[in-house]
Protein backbone atom coordinates (compact mmCIF):
# COMPACT_ATOMS: atom_id res chain seq x y z
CA UNK A 1 0.00 0.00 0.00
CA UNK A 2 2.75 2.34 0.65
CA UNK A 3 3.67 2.03 -3.25
CA UNK A 4 0.88 2.67 -4.43
CA UNK A 5 -0.01 5.43 -6.63
CA UNK A 6 -2.61 7.41 -5.42
CA UNK A 7 -2.95 10.03 -8.31
CA UNK A 8 -3.33 7.23 -10.48
CA UNK A 9 -6.15 5.75 -8.86
CA UNK A 10 -7.68 9.16 -8.30
CA UNK A 11 -7.85 9.35 -11.91
CA UNK A 12 -8.85 6.20 -12.38
CA UNK A 13 -11.60 6.24 -9.76
CA UNK A 14 -12.74 9.59 -11.83
CA UNK A 15 -12.54 7.86 -15.03
CA UNK A 16 -14.73 5.30 -13.46
CA UNK A 17 -17.29 7.86 -12.29
CA UNK A 18 -17.42 9.36 -16.00
CA UNK A 19 -18.22 6.30 -17.11
CA UNK A 20 -21.55 5.53 -14.27
CA UNK A 21 -22.55 8.92 -14.88
CA UNK A 22 -22.68 8.42 -18.66
CA UNK A 23 -24.22 4.87 -18.45
CA UNK A 24 -26.71 6.19 -16.25
CA UNK A 25 -28.15 8.62 -18.24
CA UNK A 26 -28.64 6.06 -20.60
CA UNK A 27 -30.43 3.88 -18.57
CA UNK A 28 -32.53 7.11 -17.60
CA UNK A 29 -33.67 7.47 -21.20
CA UNK A 30 -34.48 4.28 -21.87
CA UNK A 31 -36.92 3.90 -18.81
CA UNK A 32 -34.31 1.45 -17.13
CA UNK A 33 -32.77 3.26 -14.49
CA UNK A 34 -31.63 1.04 -11.14
CA UNK A 35 -33.10 3.02 -7.98
CA UNK A 36 -31.89 1.33 -4.88
CA UNK A 37 -35.01 0.04 -2.81
CA UNK A 38 -35.31 1.80 0.69
CA UNK A 39 -35.70 -1.34 2.18
CA UNK A 40 -33.04 -3.21 0.39
CA UNK A 41 -30.86 -2.70 3.19
CA UNK A 42 -33.01 -3.80 6.34
CA UNK A 43 -33.57 -7.25 3.76
CA UNK A 44 -29.83 -7.58 3.31
CA UNK A 45 -29.48 -7.68 6.90
CA UNK A 46 -31.90 -10.46 7.71
CA UNK A 47 -30.15 -12.41 5.20
CA UNK A 48 -26.35 -11.72 7.12
CA UNK A 49 -28.28 -12.43 10.22
CA UNK A 50 -29.83 -15.77 8.83
CA UNK A 51 -26.19 -16.72 7.16
CA UNK A 52 -24.52 -15.61 10.16
CA UNK A 53 -26.24 -18.14 12.19
CA UNK A 54 -25.69 -20.91 10.13
CA UNK A 55 -21.84 -20.40 10.12
CA UNK A 56 -22.35 -20.96 14.15
CA UNK A 57 -24.30 -24.39 14.04
CA UNK A 58 -21.63 -25.15 11.21
CA UNK A 59 -18.94 -24.96 13.72
CA UNK A 60 -19.61 -24.46 17.35
CA UNK A 61 -23.07 -26.73 17.52
CA UNK A 62 -21.68 -29.45 14.84
CA UNK A 63 -18.87 -29.78 17.18
CA UNK A 64 -20.98 -31.06 19.89
CA UNK A 65 -23.96 -33.07 17.50
CA UNK A 66 -21.10 -34.44 15.26
CA UNK A 67 -19.57 -36.27 17.99
CA UNK A 68 -22.12 -37.13 19.86
CA UNK A 69 -24.87 -38.41 17.19
CA UNK A 70 -22.34 -39.50 14.61
CA UNK A 71 -19.54 -40.93 16.96
CA UNK A 72 -16.71 -38.38 15.24
CA UNK A 73 -13.79 -38.28 16.89
CA UNK A 74 -11.51 -35.62 16.37
CA UNK A 75 -9.83 -36.96 13.31
CA UNK A 76 -12.76 -37.14 11.52
CA UNK A 77 -14.10 -33.73 13.05
CA UNK A 78 -10.87 -32.30 11.97
CA UNK A 79 -10.84 -33.27 8.59
CA UNK A 80 -14.59 -32.29 7.91
CA UNK A 81 -13.95 -28.73 9.08
CA UNK A 82 -10.59 -28.56 6.35
CA UNK A 83 -12.42 -29.97 3.81
CA UNK A 84 -15.66 -27.18 4.16
CA UNK A 85 -12.73 -25.02 4.32
CA UNK A 86 -10.93 -25.92 1.13
CA UNK A 87 -14.54 -26.10 -0.84
CA UNK A 88 -15.53 -22.18 0.21
CA UNK A 89 -12.23 -20.57 -0.87
CA UNK A 90 -13.16 -22.19 -4.29
CA UNK A 91 -16.32 -21.56 -3.72
CA UNK A 92 -14.55 -17.39 -3.88
CA UNK A 93 -12.37 -18.12 -6.36
CA UNK A 94 -15.80 -19.19 -8.87
CA UNK A 95 -17.91 -16.26 -7.21
CA UNK A 96 -17.05 -13.53 -10.23
CA UNK A 97 -17.77 -16.82 -12.90
CA UNK A 98 -21.43 -18.00 -10.72
CA UNK A 99 -22.15 -13.39 -10.97
CA UNK A 100 -21.14 -13.57 -15.01
CA UNK A 101 -23.27 -16.39 -15.35
CA UNK A 102 -26.87 -15.84 -13.09
CA UNK A 103 -26.37 -12.30 -11.94
CA UNK A 104 -25.46 -11.35 -8.11
CA UNK A 105 -29.50 -11.84 -7.04
CA UNK A 106 -29.17 -15.05 -8.56
CA UNK A 107 -26.23 -15.90 -6.94
CA UNK A 108 -27.13 -14.56 -3.57
CA UNK A 109 -30.49 -17.04 -4.38
CA UNK A 110 -28.48 -20.22 -5.01
CA UNK A 111 -26.16 -19.63 -2.09
CA UNK A 112 -29.23 -19.01 0.28
CA UNK A 113 -31.27 -22.33 -0.79
CA UNK A 114 -28.26 -24.51 -1.15
CA UNK A 115 -27.38 -23.52 2.68
CA UNK A 116 -30.75 -23.71 3.44
CA UNK A 117 -31.03 -26.96 2.39
CA UNK A 118 -27.64 -28.39 3.25
CA UNK A 119 -28.16 -27.83 7.14
CA UNK A 120 -32.05 -29.22 7.44
CA UNK A 121 -30.97 -32.31 5.37
CA UNK A 122 -27.65 -33.40 7.29
CA UNK A 123 -29.22 -32.59 10.42
CA UNK A 124 -32.01 -35.80 9.55
CA UNK A 125 -29.71 -37.41 7.02
CA UNK A 126 -27.04 -39.17 9.52
CA UNK A 127 -25.90 -41.58 7.54
CA UNK A 128 -22.48 -41.57 5.29
CA UNK A 129 -21.59 -40.31 2.72
CA UNK A 130 -24.68 -38.19 2.45
CA UNK A 131 -24.64 -36.86 5.74
CA UNK A 132 -21.20 -35.17 5.15
CA UNK A 133 -21.96 -34.48 1.25
CA UNK A 134 -25.19 -31.86 2.34
CA UNK A 135 -22.44 -30.52 5.48
CA UNK A 136 -20.34 -29.36 2.26
CA UNK A 137 -23.10 -28.33 0.50
CA UNK A 138 -24.55 -25.75 3.80
CA UNK A 139 -20.76 -24.35 3.91
CA UNK A 140 -20.59 -23.61 0.48
CA UNK A 141 -23.67 -22.19 -0.01
CA UNK A 142 -23.23 -20.01 3.24
CA UNK A 143 -20.29 -18.71 1.84
CA UNK A 144 -21.60 -17.75 -1.77
CA UNK A 145 -24.66 -16.24 -0.08
CA UNK A 146 -22.44 -14.06 2.35
CA UNK A 147 -20.21 -12.99 -0.83
CA UNK A 148 -23.01 -11.83 -2.13
CA UNK A 149 -25.12 -10.30 0.07
CA UNK A 150 -21.88 -8.09 0.45
CA UNK A 151 -21.93 -7.40 -2.68
CA UNK A 152 -25.95 -6.39 -3.28
CA UNK A 153 -25.32 -4.37 -0.16
CA UNK A 154 -22.34 -2.08 -2.28
CA UNK A 155 -24.73 -2.48 -5.34
CA UNK A 156 -27.90 -1.38 -3.62
CA UNK A 157 -26.28 1.82 -2.21
CA UNK A 158 -26.28 5.01 -3.09
CA UNK A 159 -22.24 6.34 -3.42
CA UNK A 160 -22.28 8.21 -0.18
CA UNK A 161 -23.79 5.53 1.85
CA UNK A 162 -22.13 2.53 0.66
CA UNK A 163 -19.50 2.83 3.17
CA UNK A 164 -22.17 3.20 5.73
CA UNK A 165 -24.48 0.34 5.28
CA UNK A 166 -21.35 -1.98 4.67
CA UNK A 167 -20.02 -0.99 8.03
CA UNK A 168 -23.64 -1.75 9.42
CA UNK A 169 -23.78 -5.17 7.42
CA UNK A 170 -20.18 -6.06 8.99
CA UNK A 171 -22.36 -5.10 12.46
CA UNK A 172 -25.31 -6.75 12.41
CA UNK A 173 -22.99 -9.88 11.01
CA UNK A 174 -21.01 -9.88 14.20
CA UNK A 175 -24.34 -8.87 16.46
CA UNK A 176 -25.99 -12.30 15.50
CA UNK A 177 -22.48 -14.41 15.90
CA UNK A 178 -22.98 -13.33 19.37
CA UNK A 179 -26.61 -14.02 20.38
CA UNK A 180 -27.06 -17.02 17.80
CA UNK A 181 -24.77 -19.42 20.05
CA UNK A 182 -26.29 -18.95 23.08
CA UNK A 183 -29.85 -19.27 21.08
CA UNK A 184 -29.01 -22.53 19.25
CA UNK A 185 -27.41 -24.17 21.88
CA UNK A 186 -30.02 -24.22 24.56
CA UNK A 187 -31.92 -25.11 21.70
CA UNK A 188 -29.99 -28.17 20.75
CA UNK A 189 -30.27 -29.02 24.53
CA UNK A 190 -33.82 -28.92 24.60
CA UNK A 191 -33.67 -30.91 21.24
CA UNK A 192 -31.62 -33.46 22.22
CA UNK A 193 -34.22 -34.79 24.40
CA UNK A 194 -36.13 -35.94 21.95
CA UNK A 195 -36.62 -39.42 20.37
CA UNK A 196 -36.75 -38.70 16.78
CA UNK A 197 -34.12 -36.56 15.33
CA UNK A 198 -32.39 -35.64 18.08
CA UNK A 199 -30.64 -32.74 18.49
CA UNK A 200 -31.98 -31.47 14.92
CA UNK A 201 -33.96 -28.55 16.40
CA UNK A 202 -31.64 -25.71 15.80
CA UNK A 203 -30.68 -26.69 12.36
CA UNK A 204 -34.15 -27.41 11.22
CA UNK A 205 -34.99 -23.78 12.40
CA UNK A 206 -31.91 -21.68 10.89
CA UNK A 207 -32.71 -24.10 7.57
CA UNK A 208 -36.02 -23.37 7.54
CA UNK A 209 -35.48 -19.42 8.33
CA UNK A 210 -32.77 -19.29 5.08
CA UNK A 211 -35.39 -21.41 2.46
CA UNK A 212 -38.12 -18.74 3.88
CA UNK A 213 -35.71 -15.55 2.82
CA UNK A 214 -33.91 -17.13 -0.34
CA UNK A 215 -36.70 -14.75 -2.17
CA UNK A 216 -35.20 -11.61 -1.18
CA UNK A 217 -33.13 -10.90 -2.86
CA UNK A 218 -35.37 -11.44 -6.61
CA UNK A 219 -37.82 -9.08 -4.50
CA UNK A 220 -34.91 -6.29 -4.15
CA UNK A 221 -34.06 -6.65 -7.78
CA UNK A 222 -37.81 -5.94 -8.55
CA UNK A 223 -38.38 -3.01 -6.32
CA UNK A 224 -35.25 -1.68 -7.45
CA UNK A 225 -36.04 -0.03 -10.15
CA UNK A 226 -38.28 3.19 -11.59
Not at 26 to 48: C, D, F, M
Request: aromatic share 6%; proline share 4%.
Amino acid sequence: MTLLNRKAVESKEEAENEKVSVRRKNETSNGNYHVPWKRAQLSLRLITIIIGSTAILSNSIYGLFAPKYLGFKQAQLSSTYSTAAILMVLSQVCFPTFVSRIGEFGTCTCGILLAGAGITGMSVVRFQPFHTMLYMVQRTGASVADTATASLVARESRGEERSRNLAMLTSTRAAARIVSPLACSKLFEISSRSTRHPGALPFLIIGGLAILISPLPRLIKVKSRK
